[in-house]
């Protein structure tokens, strides 16, 4: 089975500082890979994934990941952060041919100005 | 609908009540997955239909947990006999189809058991 592993459960940064949230994945075969956003007292919404292809996956709001296959990462960045991207944000993996999304713990990013 | 609903929003309830929350995933979405959110523990995925069918129910806690779906849409999550420990966000998700499309969430229903 798959699991997905979020290192940090906080990662505080000042505005307009670059960060990235890391995330790492156990699978045997390919995965499909997932960023999600929560912003306070609202649902998740999808960021960016990651099916095949290029390794470098843009999102929205300025948000980016690199798939790693060789470290089993799926680092999510962004090169300046707002006060406005202040949430917690889930990796998700999913199995092709194995419709469950595994989530990981999240990562609660607070931003300062 | 526009969107994923879920009700309700909020429900607070006496231990060892029963209770009954709502999902209606968006038109057409045949993939349907409930998670519960508690502080600190991230998701956890408790059952995924697949239409009226639920090929993996592996994450329902015990069995005092049990979900439905009927005509494709509008899926129900009982819990028997709430516990204290049973407080958490549910959160409801649906997918136009499997694997590697976009899951999208609804806001979610708060159970608060005192």
């Known amino acids: 089975a798959q699991s997905v592993t979020q290192l940090d459960s906080q990662v505080p940064v000042f505005e307009e500082a670059p960060v990235e949230l890391r995330c790492n994945y156990s699978s045997s075969v390919s995965v499909y890979l997932f960023w999600y956003v929560q912003y306070p007292n609202q649902g998740l919404q999808l960021l960016l994934k990651y099916l095949s292809g290029s390794t470098l996956v843009k999102g929205i709001n300025g948000f980016e990941a690199e798939f790693n296959k060789s470290q089993t990462s799926f680092h999510l960045r962004k090169p300046s952060v707002h006060i406005s991207d202040t949430a917690e944000y889930f990796c998700a993996v999913s199995l092709p041919g194995y419709s469950t999304l595994t989530f990981g713990k999240g990562t609660m990013l607070l931003v300062s100005p | 609908g526009a969107g994923v609903s879920q009700s309700p929003s909020n429900k607070v309830t006496e231990k060892g009540k029963d209770v009954e929350l709502r999902c209606d995933p968006i038109?057409?979405?045949?993939?349907l997955y409930w998670y519960r959110q508690s502080l600190g523990q991230g998701l956890e995925f408790l059952i995924y239909?697949?239409?009226?069918?639920?090929?993996?129910k592996s994450g329902l806690p015990s069995d005092r947990f049990s979900a439905e779906r009927t005509g494709g849409s509008v899926s129900t999550l009982t819990i028997q006999r709430t516990q204290q420990e049973d407080s958490a966000v549910y959160l409801c998700?649906?997918?136009?189809?499997?694997?590697?499309?976009?899951?999208?969430f609804g806001q979610g229903t708060r159970l608060t058991v005192v």
């Open positions: 239909f697949q239409g009226n069918s639920a090929p993996d």
């Open positions: 038109s057409g979405h045949t993939a």
């Open positions: 998700a649906s997918r136009r189809e499997t694997r590697n499309t976009e899951a999208f």
